[in-house]
């Protein structure tokens, strides 16, 4: 067993693919890029191209609905038609261990540079600690002349910040293509950073869907933050009725 | 040393397996998959094969009750008869570090594929969290045409429960064995989580004989579940009687 | 470098080495095998022949009294005279990771198969969690015909105790060097498992002195003993003080 | 992707380099050494000769203020003139696991070695859990002879303190260089161990100019060191406001 081994499926020849870009959306903060990357998947119809296990996952399997595991995996997905090109990294997890960050992310970046990506979108979240009512979407690159197309596109630069810096695979794919002469922006969608948030997750994809000059339906990822913001609006109101209970059995 | 060592005994022949099933039982929530392969081993007359150490268990000897202690580790055991022709996982206990968990793993499936193993079986137990009157079967496959067997059998499928995915050996033999071809059930006895549970084991045993087409004498596996439950039900009445206690002191 | 580097010191001459004891002291509860082994080293005046640095060490330089550093390390020291010829095993610390405890203990066998040894002594403590009157001296064997030696010298066997096994390098060598045909006892004294404990040692320095056949003065140790004891003493009665003045307070 | 990379700037020509002193000051207890290190280069003007990556730094981007990315790494800095040759080890972090410490340490010496070194001076912090009013810079060394050196230079050697040994690249570059004929004098900075202590950086900047026989400007280090006591002493008068306060409550 390699440490990390990469299986593409049968029915996928990489001939297709010709220099697209690469959005990474993996498991993070407020699990917002994974949001954003799994909708538009969903939404272009990209197609499952390879899968990837790895010693530096949990040793774990998930139990799909229909009671049939499968390994812990990450996956790469493909589309392309006659305005976009794009691999899309998507998974369960991110590594366990420090250096397996590190190494998965080489192998990213060595499939990035097979298929000739000449850019990497990195998508996360920015926890704020506090529910964020318009959320912004904080943007960072590993080149300075990114940033204007970010910006234009509804990108906030802010100093600097997150200043703890970018860590797991949004960061280092980011750090590490710059060794490659591969172009890269991570976009951070502003969130409480204590919940899924499908709100943080729509003004990234605004965002991003600017950048990569294609236009995604946000609704059923707008549905599932109006639902989101209902179901907390709940937890405030029954922590609030708890509260007044306590109070009159005090009183 | 390597990092996995496998020794055969001397007294083996591998000529004498061909196409054996396979049955996991290491330890883990309950001990309800170690009590069920320990049992059968025990009630069949299996005989020892094969012992596996590993710098991926803990740094440890076991003492024996003669005061000659042994290395820590898993341990192969095999059976043969005109209906049944299984080798057995048992041990000590699994991987301390996630890497490890597939690293054994992956050497666990190239003994199976050395042996023609086509169809796995994986044991442990599922915690719910609280004492259970009747433990159900939860059962897991690698291929959804293995639910009606299990089914059949007496096991049960809960809507990909549990939903937090099976760790360790048990999980990862099944999703592992996917790739070399390998049929994999993984069952798992309903238990509270907090203690060694024979009457959990009791009913997975009962399911996992109706798999395997032999019939195998569970008195002794029920006498230790009465027993535990006869100990943990005066554990209960020492608690009461103790809250009684301290209700006399406040009353 | 190395993962695990041994540097022979130069004016040593492995001819003079043959077929030695092999005594292991490194740090453990109660610091007793460490205290029993260096003790004998210094009584004998056996003397340095080897070091042993390693990344499985703490990351870490000692400072010695004349403020000169050096890297921690693992000592091998040896001893010949007409009735004794023994290697000794100690050092700073054991390994700080489970993997580098077995990989660690497969290097020190690796040393010991080089001269010939056919025994290993390994010297511990047996924490029991209560200041101990008389440390009786527990012993476990790697082959069930070294009982009667063991308990000839003094040793107890306890049922299979300590139950949870031995942990690091005073068990691993034990373990491990059964499959190198070495002979394998190991010596546990009693302790609370709280403080440095020469009394323990002393006791287990007079069943190891019965064994390797020649006597070791006892003196220091045994003052050390005493030392330790009037410590805990003062301990015991600053604490007694303590708790009387609190009555004062209340009362 | 090597576990370390080391890469040196195009613009470097290893020919300028003959034979230098290496200083080291990477992050560590109150960044004493690394506020030192840093300061030094900032006042030579010495140029950034090579970039450290490894998968044993933290899986981290940092984020420039302008917002560009970059890989967490230690960087290596070099200065020439006619009175002082230097290589300067400096970053963003110290390794994450243990084995990484002594992996990196080993890579640090193979520079040293490559360019002639002979001296190391390893920089760093003496944690004693109070504000010191006027730091002392203790010192340890790897060969007896160069504690004269180090005194004249105006540290202190105080019985093998501290007692704890000097853990990380501080302590290993001294330990492992010994074994390279390398001579190695480690300063520390009695600090606190709380805050960024630019007080203790200056007296060890006193000595370390004395010890490399130059004169480096110290205004802009202790300007910050009293502006740190500025702002301490406005911590602890807020704690005393806080206390004054919760007394009125009371009282």
Do not use: W
């Not at 250096?99 to 990213?108: N, S």
């Not at 060595?110 to 996360?124: M, P, S």
């Not at 976009?187 to 991003?208: C, F, I, N, Q, R």
Request: glycine share 10%.
């Amino acid at each position: 067993m390699e440490d990390i081994t990469i299986r593409f499926l049968d029915d996928f020849s990489k001939d297709e693919v010709d220099s697209p870009i690469l959005i990474e959306g993996l498991p993070g903060i407020g699990h917002v890029g994974k949001l954003v990357a799994e909708h538009i998947i969903h939404e272009l119809g990209a197609k499952k191209v390879a899968e990837i296990h790895s010693i530096y996952f949990p040793p774990q399997v998930i139990i799909e609905e229909n009671s049939v595991i499968r390994l812990a995996n990450n996956e790469i997905y493909f589309y392309r038609d006659d305005i976009l090109q794009a691999l899309f990294l998507v998974g369960d997890f991110q590594s366990t261990s420090n250096e397996g960050h590190y190494l998965l992310a080489d192998q990213y970046l060595k499939i990035a540079e097979e298929f000739g990506v000449n850019r990497i979108y990195t998508l996360g979240g920015f926890g704020v600690g506090h529910l964020v009512e318009e959320p912004r979407v904080l943007a960072a690159v590993n080149r300075v002349d990114l940033k204007e197309q970010a910006e234009e596109a509804g990108a906030t630069f802010d100093n600097g910040e997150p200043t703890g810096g970018i860590i797991g695979a949004a960061g280092l794919l980011l750090g590490l293509s710059a060794y490659h002469d591969i172009e890269g922006i991570c976009l951070m969608g502003e969130t409480s950073g204590y919940l899924v948030d499908p709100k943080s997750a729509t003004s990234l994809l605004k965002v991003l869907s600017n950048l990569i000059g294609i236009s995604i339906d946000a609704t059923t990822l707008a549905e599932r933050g109006v639902e989101m913001e209902r179901m907390v609006q709940k937890l405030i109101e029954g922590e609030q009725a708890m509260r007044d209970e306590e109070l009159r059995y005090i009183g």
